[in-house]
């Protein structure tokens, strides 16, 4: 387990932080189009930041510990 790229992983969280921010301006605007665009990209950058931090904690190839 090496800390400097689980520290990196976890900075990138900071993209979903960014993304729910884009979804709430969304929804106050009432844009359901955007809104559902904003969720999708909300989803696939979560799945992403996460699976590099698990495979910081666990290894590659979806392996737990």
């Given at each position: 387990?090496n800390r400097a790229s689980i520290?990196?992983?976890?900075?990138?969280?900071?993209?979903?932080?960014?993304?729910?921010?884009?979804?709430?301006a969304c929804i106050a605007d009432m844009d359901?189009?955007?809104?559902?665009?904003?969720?999708?990209?909300?989803?696939?950058?979560?799945?992403?930041?996460?699976?590099?931090?698990?495979?910081?904690?666990?290894?590659?190839?979806?392996?737990?510990?």
């Open positions: 387990m520290e990196t992983e976890v900075v990138r969280m900071g993209d979903v932080g960014t993304a729910i921010d884009m979804m709430d359901g189009d955007k809104v559902e665009r904003a969720v999708i990209i909300l989803k696939e950058i979560f799945s992403s930041r996460y699976e590099g931090l698990r495979s910081c904690l666990y290894g590659g190839g979806g392996r737990d510990a």
